[in-house]
């Protein structure tokens, strides 16, 4: 059963729980109203067994490494419902840039060597990222937590804790896949721009090529799981302070259990990872230098009355020791040019920044 709190109550409640250092997550799915809450009633750590559990799941970008779950029989389940923006107290702590020259020259160099790879045929599409730390402490979690859902209508916004693992908050514009009532629904997203005041803007050949490659992977890799595939788009769709190209792909499942094999056939998708996947994977985890942990993984709610919705987990940050740390990318082509692949990691973590 679930508890309906005010907002205020609601924010109480889970910061409580935060100080109590107790497993929980907050989230509201994409122009939603309703914010949800699952509060694990143990500290224990729950690796996800099957597919056929129901909660909230939360995967690392390796796939090999344990997923989280926090079952709905073993939590209690709260929510609020939104009609206007949050109120918001305390103001925001304006951060500075905090990269450096030396930060800026390694990432063009990794980027120059992730394009020769491609232009030597060993991948079409490499996703090169980065992570930044930064101090905080100005503002409260739940504080940055509201701001996300002010700023983000658009975007899975979430807040999620567990003693044993650490505390992530963010607000992603990716779904990996939704399910229900046997329809499948979800996305190939690529290319950035910075929102200027309109959607209509003129979009070069490398992100359009970008993106077309991730629409193929997806298309290709679910087709004979599913009946009535249809695919729409790219449309020009806003996300905060950026813009990307988005085709939405639907259709309906053959099989009411085809959900652990169309994760496998998904994750990591182009647009996190590359194409072909083991070979964009392998370049990563050679050149990037750092561990992604939960940074591109996936997460979201699995048979949830009846239904799944899993989202990337893109724009999001870690909170450790006063300190965030923000994970950005970006996917490179042939066609990259590597001051503007940079240029467009910090506009990216520009957006977690200002939440601060």
């Known amino acids: 059963m679930k508890l309906e709190f005010t907002n205020i109550v609601f924010f109480e409640k889970i910061s409580s729980v935060l100080d109590a250092q107790q497993p929980f997550v907050a989230y509201r799915k994409p122009n939603s109203k309703v914010i949800s809450a699952i509060h694990q009633n143990n500290n224990d750590l729950i690796k996800l067994e099957d597919y056929n559990s129901s909660g909230f799941i939360f995967a690392p970008f390796n796939k090999n490494e344990t997923k989280i779950l926090f079952p709905i029989s ?13 109120e918001i107290v305390d103001s925001s ?59 983000y209508k658009n975007a899975f916004v979430y807040l999620w804790y567990h003693p ?3 505390l992530w908050m963010g607000a992603t514009p990716e779904q990996l896949i939704a399910i229900k009532n046997n329809k499948l629904q979800t996305m190939s ?23 077309q490659f991730v629409t193929d992977f997806i298309v290709e890799n679910i087709k004979d799981k599913i009946n009535k595939l249809e695919v729409t788009g790219p449309i020009t769709s806003r996300a905060g302070s950026l813009i990307h190209l988005r085709s939405d792909i639907c259709g309906e499942l053959k099989s009411k259990k085809s959900l652990e094999q169309l994760i496998n056939a998904l994750h990591p998708t182009p647009a996190i990872c590359g194409i072909p996947k083991n070979a964009a994977t392998e ?18 709610e699995i048979n949830c009355n009846n239904a799944s919705a899993i989202y990337v987990n893109l724009r ?9 740390t923000i994970y950005i990318g970006g996917g490179l082509t042939k066609d990259s040019q590597p001051v503007k692949e940079w240029e467009e990691t910090v506009a990216k973590a520009a957006i977690m920044k200002s939440m601060w």
């Open 164 to 166: 044993k693992v650490g």
């Open 316 to 324: 999001c940050m870690k909170i450790e020791n006063h300190n965030a």
């Open 189 to 211: 997203l690529a290319g950035t721009q910075k929102f200027s005041g309109t959607l209509d803007v003129i979009w070069e050949k490398k992100e359009l090529e970008e993106q």
């Open 283 to 300: 370049f990563i985890m050679q050149n990037e230098e750092y561990d992604r942990e939960f940074y591109s993984g996936f997460m979201g």
């Open 93 to 151: 702590l304006k951060l500075e840039d905090s990269c450096t020259i030396e930060e800026k020259e390694k990432y063009i160099l990794k980027v120059n060597k992730a394009v020769d790879f491609i232009k030597n045929g060993f991948s079409e599409k490499v996703v090169l990222s980065r992570k930044e730390t930064i101090a905080i402490g100005k503002s409260t979690i739940t504080t940055v937590f509201k701001r996300m859902l002010n700023s």
């Open 74 to 86: 073993k939590s209690e389940q709260f929510f609020t419902q939104i009609t206007n923006n949050l």
